[in-house]
Nanobody, 123 residues
Framework: QVQLVESGGGLVQAGGSLRLSCGDP????????MGWFRQAPGKEREFVAA????????YYADSVKGRFTISRDNAKKTVYLQMNSLKPEDTAVYYC????????????????WGQGTQVTVSS
C-alpha cells in the first residue's frame, strides 16, 4: 500500500513561490512514476506535472511549463513541485499521485493519491 503525504501548501501573493513535497515513507518509492494534479473549485482535476521513476523524463502541462519544476529524491522517498511566478489561476488543491505505469497526464492511470494540499494565490 502506497501512502502519499503532501505538505507545503499555503497562501502566497501573485508572483511568489511555493514548494510542495510528497513522501511515501512506507513503500518502495523508486518503483513508481510520480505525478502532480490539481483541482480548483467547480473544476475537474487536471494534470500538472509528472516524472519518471529514474527522474530522467518529465512532462508538464502547458499552463505551468517554465514556471513549475518537478523533481524527486528516491533516497528520501520524496517528490517535489517547485512553483514559481504563481498566478491566481494556480489556486487549487494540489494532489500527489503514483503509478506503476509510465508517464501519463491521465489521472485515471494513477493508482495512489495523497490527501491534497491547498494552494491559494492572491492577486
Amino acid at each position: 500500500q502506497v501512502q502519499l503525504v503532501e505538505s507545503g501548501g499555503g497562501l502566497v501573493q501573485a508572483g511568489g513561490s511555493l514548494r510542495l513535497s510528497c513522501g511515501d515513507p512506507v513503500r518502495t518509492f523508486s518503483g513508481y512514476t510520480m505525478g502532480w494534479f490539481r483541482q480548483a473549485p467547480g473544476k475537474e482535476r487536471e494534470f500538472v506535472a509528472a516524472m519518471s521513476r529514474s527522474g530522467v523524463s518529465t512532462y508538464y502541462a502547458d499552463s505551468v511549463k517554465g514556471r513549475f519544476t518537478i523533481s524527486r529524491d528516491n533516497a528520501k522517498k520524496t517528490v517535489y513541485l517547485q512553483m514559481n511566478s504563481l498566478k491566481p489561476e494556480d489556486t487549487a488543491v494540489y494532489y500527489c499521485a503514483a503509478t506503476g505505469g509510465s508517464l501519463s497526464r491521465d489521472y485515471g492511470q494513477y493508482e495512489y493519491w495523497g490527501q491534497g494540499t491547498q494552494v491559494t494565490v492572491s492577486s
